[in-house]
């Protein structure tokens, strides 16, 4: 209190402020996000900085996003000469991308009530660069975001954070422990990021599409409500697993991406060992059809394409890769990327990749030729740029999530975590990023 009369302020209903006052509580709320040496802190709403405080014995860096302007000042006073960068402004507007470059990075906050579930969104959406995240939240979003099937508090918020996140409830806290007194208690939750492979795979925008569908109505049966996802036969097929009344709130995570998977199965491609690639001699003049597995296991050269799709604001989309990959897996790629098959030219090999892999189409742009050495992995790679702003839909077997980036933004990831990108990407990029830098020229020789 006494720091909110030497400041002139008071806490702003507006935002919904409601302060943490217990030194205890704060240091016991701030272990749980496990800091390490070499972590970064991003802290949404520190307010008087009571958690900050606490993120400082750990001896990390720390970005506070504080949307009061007094208590912005008032941070940057008192933490002044540590590590800590305060961005004065709304959390919602925060580009979480930059934390790429930054990672490992954690996520702490007290959310203000009505803004919890659009924080969460925001700050989970993919591509996310988060792994753990520790925020206290009013105790019926926390019963929302934790809640299990046949749970009255269980929805369409629960099955969606949990597809990504494993939401645990650490401890209730009482409304004595913050200034002012909320009406209602709080909880601290945990959400750690799931494993690959932990759940199967499934398109993330068509998955809350159905699941959202399926809870727009609660009282009537899932199978009543999503019959425009395909024809009788299909959404027939896709709830054999649940009983035939089955509402919403009876299906667990597991069968609501079992139904998303079936209503829209997403093919298997670039999987098969003996698949038959090209390969060339060292002027890139066809030789023979040899299989996959051979080529790669003795080095042959071959071929191969990237493609850079950049949006209409000059950005970049990058796609990462999934777990499976022989090569390079979880690292970041070109927006699509593949062998050039026995037969095929480049150019259709590149349709056939994009429609694969991001489920579009567009007018390419044939770039530059990349000679075969051992970065590009002994493929001839031929570069195409295209502009397209989605939406897509990745192939879940071979792509793990992706995103738009700027080009500055991945000169300067590139540049602090190079070991985050596949070695023919970095080649690639760098062989055209001055081209890329203009869209309207790459939309022009697409046309021509």
């Not at 990349?370 to 970065?375: L, P």
Request: hydrophobic share 40%; proline share 5%; net charge negative.
């Amino acid at each position: 209190m006494s720091t909110l009369v030497s400041l002139g302020a008071s806490p702003r209903k507006s935002l919904g402020q409601n302060f943490l006052h217990d030194k205890n509580l704060a240091s016991w709320i701030v272990e749980k996000l496990e800091i390490e040496v070499g972590d970064r802190v991003l802290e949404v709403g520190p307010g008087l900085g009571a958690l900050t405080e606490e993120i400082m014995r750990c001896g990390v860096s720390t970005t506070l996003l504080e949307k009061d302007r007094a208590f912005a000042k008032y941070l940057r006073e008192r933490f002044q000469g540590a590590p800590v960068e305060v961005i004065e402004g709304d959390a919602l507007a925060y580009d979480t991308r930059i934390e790429f470059l930054r990672r490992p990075v954690k996520i702490i906050g007290n959310l203000p009530y009505y803004l919890s579930s659009a924080l969460l969104f925001h700050f989970s959406a993919d591509p996310c660069p988060f792994e753990r995240m520790v925020f206290t939240v009013q105790k019926e979003m926390a019963d929302r975001l934790s809640a299990a099937p046949g749970n009255k508090a269980y929805g369409s918020l629960s099955v969606i954070i949990q597809r990504e996140w494993q939401v645990s409830k650490l401890k209730t806290l009482p409304p004595s422990v913050f200034l002012p007194r909320p009406q209602v208690d709080s909880v601290v939750l945990l959400l750690k990021r799931r494993e690959p492979g932990d759940l199967e795979e499934t398109d993330p925008m068509k998955f809350s599409e159905v699941v959202r569908a399926g809870f727009s109505e609660r009282r009537k049966q899932v199978r009543k409500l999503l019959g425009r996802f395909g024809d009788a036969e299909t959404v027939e097929a896709a709830l054999r697993c649940l009983p035939p009344t089955a509402r919403a709130e009876d299906v667990s995570l597991d069968q609501w991406i079992k139904i998303v998977n079936a209503l829209e199965p997403s093919p298997v491609f670039g999987s098969d060992p003996l698949e038959l690639l090209e390969t060339v001699d060292r002027n890139d003049q066809p030789i023979e059809a040899v299989d996959r597995a051979t080529i790669h296991r003795e080095n042959l050269l071959h071929r191969a394409v990237h493609i850079f799709i950049l949006n209409q604001r000059g950005e970049l989309l990058l796609q990462k890769r999934s777990y499976r990959k022989d090569n390079f897996p979880r690292c970041w790629d070109s927006s699509a990327a593949g062998h050039v098959n026995a037969g095929e030219s480049y150019r259709d090999c590149a349709k056939r990749e994009l429609k694969e892999e991001l489920g579009v189409t567009a007018v390419l742009a044939a770039m530059k030729r990349i000679h075969a050495s051992e970065m590009t992995g002994h493929e001839f790679i031929q570069i195409f740029a295209a502009i397209h702003d989605g939406p897509f839909s990745w192939n879940r077997h071979e792509i793990e999530t992706g995103g738009f980036f700027e080009l500055d933004m991945i000169d300067r990831w590139i540049a602090r975590r190079p070991d985050d990108f596949a070695s023919g990407f970095v080649e690639c990029y760098r062989s055209v990023r001055v081209a890329l830098e203009n869209p309207a020229e790459i939309s022009a020789k697409a046309q021509a």
